[in-house]
């Protein structure tokens, strides 16, 4: 699951989505959040639930902290590496 929430590019999550696919992963999708609303949608927590990996892309990094803090969405994330998951990025 690419989480480019960091970057103000809108061609990142594409961009890793690519390259993560280049390196090997089979299912690869992006994952918008916009604002912390996007955190909040069921469609999001469901992504995060099914997810195995997690990719944030460079950029502002208070982004990120703005938009998951709080949310269903980062306790997922938690739940995710308390699984076994990966969690991984740049910057």
């Known amino acids: 699951l690419v ?3 960091a970057s103000a590019d809108e061609d990142t999550g594409a ?3 690519d390259e ?3 390196h090997g992963a089979v299912h690869v999708e992006t994952l918008q959040i916009a604002d912390r609303r996007d955190a ?3 469609s999001a927590l469901d992504a995060m ?3 195995t990996a997690v990719w944030f892309s460079g950029g502002d990094q208070s982004r990120i902290a703005s938009r998951l803090v709080d949310t269903p969405l980062l306790e997922a994330l938690v739940a995710l590496r ?3 998951g990966v ?3 740049t910057s």
Do not use: D, S, T, V
Request: charged content about 30%; proline content about 10%.
């Open 20 to 22: 993560l696919r280049e």
């Open 49 to 51: 639930q099914r997810a």
């Open 40 to 42: 909040m949608r069921p």
């Open 87 to 89: 969690i991984g990025g």
């Open 3 to 5: 989480l480019p929430m």
């Open 82 to 84: 308390a699984r076994g």
């Open 15 to 17: 961009f890793y989505e």
